[in-house]
């Protein structure tokens, strides 16, 4: 039987020596700052209270892009560093990140060179890290990128270039770097609590889930990274703390390939609410989303409202044709943004306005709390958080080294399938029992992936496994529930676990999948 390879992990977390950096939250802000005090040489710890990219990290609108959106709010700082950071991405994990040609569908005269210009001065922000540049398309070079495009009323369109990734995926690519670069990471670990010593923070106190004990660690810096849960730990040190968020809300729908078929986006500039919309191909399926809802709390497994539902298909049945109904509906998931208040507002009104920057808060007792941004721009906020962290904590200051860093796994070999989320490891995968064993025949994976997983990946649960190691959940949740069974049984078989415990795992992944079904 295979060892447990949380123990080797569970025993240098918790070893006497203190860290240099503590990094809180194993999303895409804290996996990107434990990556960049890792490559500096500093002893990084990252604790995470659940896995790796449960909440946002996983369920964002899979594109590594600069923000039209923001474009038209008129950030260019915002646009121009995304921008930048989504060329530097493209480099540093080609086997995560494509290009992708998104149609601007034009049905009145004046939308064309409207959006023209605008989608010109993004290729200008963009500069020599620009993916291609923007064109005008007539009716039918509109239709031959995007078949399914309505072609009533059509005068034509714009062509312009953006990134698409795997945010899970990358989120574990991150973890798997940061291993490569000598650093530690526990899932399952919650904080619990602070160390404090004469006002200052010192460390933090975080139960094992498996166990249920605690355990202590000292760090020279202690950085907060849990996205929406920000204040959850900031009140830890200071309970009064008001709060840095105003939450909200983003749901997705996930529908077959027949009804975006080809490999370009569509992008619909404004909807009904303002927002800008995307149908966008993915793992042989279409995202289609997003909403931007106002939330009063976070939770962890936030569901769509009806009316959210009703927007997303009735926005693209206006502009596809065939229109997608309740009942393609393949998979429903939503995602919170950690959308930083104004300093004056009471968190009122629109969140589509609030700040997509991120911010860097240092409180009196030196906790540096990192909140706010996206996943295109990971990189630059772990840099900007460590720069603080090194002059806060008196660590050596030195030069990032993450804007040309190879990420773990990084190849450029040409494969279209879904093996290349792996990039050089996909031969090491496909070398283990089961590659040639489908989990489910409505879904691309195989056991051996679940497998490598489990020993390479740090997975624990089956929803580890089905939401974030692959991608079953998303791409169609009812083949996940039916394939949980044979995951439950794979990760006892490897855990050296019972069947009853298998048993308790497959049904507790089926009721969560539950809530991603209309």
């Known amino acids: 039987m295979p060892q447990d390879p949380r123990f080797a992990v569970l025993a240098a977390a918790t070893a006497p020596e203190p860290w240099d950096v503590l990094v809180i939250g194993g999303g895409a802000s804290g996996l990107g700052t434990a990556v960049e005090a890792a490559t500096r040489g500093h002893r990084t710890l990252l604790l995470e209270g659940h896995d790796y990219a449960k909440g946002t990290s996983s369920r964002s609108t899979k594109l590594v892009h600069g923000g039209v959106r923001y474009l038209a709010q008129g950030n260019i700082s915002l646009v121009r560093e995304a921008l930048h950071e989504r060329g530097l991405l493209r480099k540093n994990a080609p086997h995560l990140v494509r290009d992708l040609g998104f149609v601007v569908p034009a049905y009145d005269w004046w939308a064309g060179p409207f959006y023209g210009v605008g989608l010109k001065l993004y290729d200008i922000l963009a500069g020599k890290l ?34 698409q990734f795997d945010d899970a995926r990358l989120a574990i690519t991150l973890l798997r770097t940061l291993e490569d670069h000598g650093g530690v990471a526990l899932n399952y670990a919650p904080v619990v609590g602070l160390l404090q010593e004469g006002g200052r923070v010192v460390g933090a106190r975080f139960r094992d889930l498996e166990t249920g004990q605690e355990h202590a660690v000292r760090a020279r810096a202690v950085v907060n990274a849990t996205g929406v849960w920000v204040d959850d730990i900031r009140r830890m040190e200071q309970p009064n703390a008001e709060p840095l968020l105003s939450p909200s809300q983003g749901v997705h729908v996930v529908v077959d390939k027949r009804f975006l078929p080809g490999d370009s986006a569509i992008m619909i500039p404004r909807t ?56 393609d509906v393949r998979s429903v998931y939503v995602g919170l943004r950690p959308l930083v208040r104004g300093e004056n507002t009471d968190g009122a009104g629109s969140t589509a306005a609030l700040s997509r920057d991120h911010v860097i808060r240092v409180s009196a007792g030196g906790l540096i709390t990192l909140t706010g941004g996206k996943w295109t721009t990971y990189r630059r906020m772990g840099e900007d958080t460590i720069n603080r962290a090194e002059q806060l904590a008196g660590l050596p200051q030195r030069l990032t080294v993450t804007p040309g860093l190879h990420l773990h796994g990084w190849s450029v070999e040409p494969r279209e399938d879904h093996w290349k989320v792996y990039g050089s490891d996909a031969e090491r995968v496909q070398a283990l029992p089961g590659a040639t064993t489908r989990l489910h025949p409505d879904l691309p994976y195989s056991e051996a992936e679940l497998r490598w997983g489990i020993r390479h990946e740090s997975a624990r649960t089956v929803e580890d496994l089905l939401a974030r190691r692959t991608r079953a959940l998303l791409l169609n949740a009812r083949a996940s529930q039916e394939a949980a069974p044979r995951a439950a049984a794979i990760l006892a078989e490897e855990l050296g676990r019972d069947a009853a415990w298998a048993q308790a795992q497959a049904q507790a992944y089926q009721e969560l999948a539950r809530g991603y079904q209309l």
């Open 130 to 163: 620009n993916l291609g540049s923007s064109k005008y398309l007539d009716k039918e070079a509109a239709l031959a990128r995007t078949p399914t495009l309505r072609a009533e009323g059509l005068r034509g369109g714009i062509l312009y270039f953006d990134g």
């Open 272 to 327: 009904d609410d303002g927002r800008v919309m995307f149908a966008v191909p993915w793992h042989d399926r279409v995202v289609i989303g997003t909403t931007d809802t106002p939330v009063p709390e976070a939770s962890f497994e936030p569901r769509a409202l009806e009316e959210e539902i009703s927007f997303i298909l009735n926005t693209a049945g206006r502009y596809l044709n065939p229109a997608p109904t309740r009942a």
